[in-house]
Each structure stands twice: as C-alpha cells, then as structure tokens.
C-alpha cells in the first residue's frame, strides 16, 4: 500500500478532486450505510396536467462532505462496477415507493417509475434475472417499470444491448432513450428503428433553445413527428418555463418534466406536494 492509498481527503476536499479510489471506497460505504436515497421528478402529460411517470434520481448525502453530485459520484461508481449494486439497490427503493405514491394521483394502474441504467448493468449477466425477480416480487406491473438508458450505451454495446433490451419489451417493460436529439442526427435517429424502444427523452440542451433557436424548434419538431410514425412516445426534459410547456404541447409533444412543474423532490416531500394539488393542470392554462 502507498502513502497516498493510505491517506485520507479531508471533510472540506472538494469532492471532484478526490482520487477516483478513495471516492470508490466512500460510495461503497454510503451503500452499506444507508446513505444513499432517491429523490423523484414527476413526467406530466402536457395537455391534463396529470402525473405520469416518475424519474427516479439517486442522491448522496455524505456524513462529513455532505451532498455530493451525481456528475461526480455516478461515473466513479461506473468505472469502478459499483453501480451494479447501487442500480438494483434503486430498482427496488423505486418500486417500493411506486405503490406508495400511486395512492396519491388516483391508484393510477398506468403510473409508472423510470429509472436509469448504466452500461455495467446491462452488462452484467445476472440483470435480466434481477430485473425479473424485483419485478415478480412486487405487485407493479412490468408495463410501471421504465427503463431510462444513453444513446451512448446504445452505440457502445450495440447487440448486446439489443438483444437485452429485446427481451425487457417482450415482458412489458418501457424502455426510453435519454440524452436524446445530442450528438448526429443520422446516429440518434436510427435508434428509433434499430432498437426496440418505446420512448425518447429529448435533453434539456435542446429544450432550452426551442423559442430562440430555429433549428433547436425544428429539430424537436422533426422528432416528434418521427417518433410519432413509429409509435413511440416523447418526453421533454428540462421545462423550466411556461411558454416551453405551451409550446411543446403544440407541437404535439405529450409529456414532459422539468423545474416548471418542481424539482426532484424525496419521497415525503413529493408526497405532500401530491397531497396538495390534483394535478399540475394550472400550470398549463
């Protein structure tokens, strides 16, 4: 062991500037030692104001560094194969708090959790098997579970990924396409054809751009009418203002999430936010 495994980053160390090794070894504990939690963003059908769907964001609230960013701590638990452990440790958290906040918009059978997935994870040879048992072991229908993926993945593992991702639509899983209309338009396209996908999650980079930008607009209206002709739905990422919320709607987008309608909040708060209002109908009057 050398001196620098030996030492230890101090409390007030900004978190992107610990080795990657010693960040590992924090996150492995904060999966041991319950510091770990998932906060949820509601998706809202854009013309009802009805709550959809939930993403589920996992959140790391360190003891003596407090809260550390997912930008951070996720690609470190990635490289290090950590989030193999931490993605069924949110599969189930998620699905668990699913049948509790259904209770809250309606017992809605349609509601469902998206949670994301890394490489590492559709790699690993016992995900479907994981996947299948948390799913069976619950009262949530396969069709409640999304499963939120990159296009990066989609071109690092590209029949790997198919075949998986073949079999969890064959059980009735949703799976969406996150980060997407980023990058060439000749790439993320063809996924709506070559992969069996049920949603795109277009990124808050190009939502932000759309009542400034013409291209940004076309674009996301090009999308639209696409994944539309391959029955697939659309989901906006990033709203953040009334007139974005309008304007989506028009286009013909259905869904969308965002800050306009609230932040990713912990289960009690979004509980009590849900408990409050009937739906988010008044934001888009």
């Avoid at 069976?136 to 690092?156: F, H, M, Y």
């Avoid at 709607?249 to 509980?271: A, D, I, S």
Wanted: glycine share 6%; net charge negative; aromatic share 8%.
């Amino acid at each position: 062991m050398t001196p620098e495994d030996k030492a230890v980053s101090p409390p007030d160390t900004p978190p992107d500037q610990i080795p990657e090794r010693e960040l590992a070894s924090e996150f492995q504990q904060a999966m041991l030692g319950h510091q770990l939690s998932l906060y949820y963003q509601p998706i809202v059908h854009l013309k009802t104001g009805l709550v959809a769907g939930f993403e589920t964001l996992m959140r790391w609230n360190h003891p003596e560094r407090g809260f550390i960013s997912p930008g951070i701590f996720i690609p470190v638990a990635e490289h290090t194969g950590l989030i193999v452990e931490a993605s069924k440790w949110a599969l189930k958290e998620a699905i668990r708090a699913l049948k509790r906040l259904e209770s809250h918009v309606g017992h809605n059978e349609h509601i469902y959790m998206s949670v994301n997935f890394s490489p590492s994870d559709l790699a690993d040879e016992s995900f479907l098997d994981e996947m299948y048992n948390v799913i069976s072991a619950s009262d949530v229908r396969p069709t409640q579970v999304q499963l939120e993926i990159t296009g990066e993945l989609l071109k690092n593992q590209r029949e790997n990924s198919k075949a998986i991702l073949g079999l969890c639509r064959k059980t009735g899983l949703k799976i969406a396409i996150d980060d997407y209309g980023l990058g060439d338009p000749s790439v993320f396209f063809k996924h709506m054809d070559d992969f069996p996908i049920s949603t795109v999650k277009i990124d808050h980079l190009v939502i932000k751009d759309i009542l400034t930008v013409p291209e940004a607009y076309e674009l996301v209206k090009t999308i639209i009418i696409e994944a539309k002709a391959r029955n697939i739905e659309v989901i906006a990422e990033g709203i953040e203002h009334k007139e974005e919320a309008l304007k989506l709607r028009e286009m013909g987008c259905r869904f969308g999430q965002g800050y306009y309608f609230t932040k990713p909040l912990p289960e009690r708060e979004l509980t009590t936010l849900l408990l409050q209002i009937s739906a988010f109908n008044e934001l888009l009057k």
